[in-house]
T-cell receptor, first 115, second 111 residues
């Protein structure tokens, strides 16, 4: 089954304790990206990657890092989490073939609470 | 500054009637638009998209209209069904790398 898998689904941590949220896709997609969803703000793009070893900032990259060492994985790293990073996070992937019906496939989300 | 806005946080419609969800954008460089539906505790799922070279795209009960001069798009759902009750997000993209989402509209379809 084609899917984007994020882990963990729920995470509670404390300020300053480094954490990684993993994202993996099994569709051989070149493009992957991370979003955070906050009430009243919709989904905001954190980072995206057009292919292996190619990453770029989205709208709200501060406090986050990413890496793309393999095509299928795109982990989101919070080196020193702060309470304002408490949010619902989504990973997404897509082909870059630019067909007429290109779309983002989303994971199920990771609810992060930073105390 | 939000480049995509959904000004109606919620919409309530009777089953069988038409649902119209609206979206406005400010970036004239957007060349592709998408609509997503989201249920609680799930990731957004793709509904329908439209390229900026078109003004209408249809898929079953879902039709998206694009008015480039007004920088406005709308999603029509006909007929609306209770299972359509969800939060709907529109998004605009330039070159399919950066995506800008609206804040969402919660649709409630009453039986």
């Amino acid at each position: 089954e084609a899917q984007v898998t994020q882990n963990p689904r729920y995470l509670i941590t404390v300020t300053g304790k480094k954490l990684t949220v993993t994202c993996s896709q099994n569709m051989n997609h070149e493009y992957m990206s991370w979003y955070r969803q906050d009430p009243g703000l919709g989904l905001r793009q954190i980072y995206y990657s057009m292919n292996v070893e190619v990453t770029d900032k989205g709208d709200v990259p501060e406090g986050y890092k990413v890496s793309r060492k393999e095509k299928r994985n795109f982990p989101l790293i919070l080196e020193s989490p702060s309470p304002n990073q408490t949010s619902l996070y989504f990973c997404a992937s897509s082909s870059t073939r630019r067909t007429a019906n290109e779309k983002l496939f989303f994971g199920s989300g990771t609810q992060l609470s930073v105390l | 500054d939000q480049q995509v806005k959904q000004n109606s946080p919620s919409l309530s419609v009777q089953e069988g009637r038409i649902s119209i969800l609206n979206c406005d954008y400010t970036n004239s460089m957007f060349d592709y638009f998408l609509w997503y539906k989201k249920y609680p505790a799930e990731g957004p799922t793709f509904l329908i998209s439209i390229s900026s070279i078109k003004d209408k795209n249809e898929d079953g009960r879902f039709t998206v209209f694009l008015n480039k001069s007004a920088k406005h798009l709308s999603l029509h759902i006909v007929p609306s069904q209770p299972g359509d009750s969800a939060v709907y997000f529109c998004a605009g993209s330039y070159n399919f790398n950066k995506f800008y989402f609206g804040s969402g509209t919660k649709l409630n379809v009453k039986p």
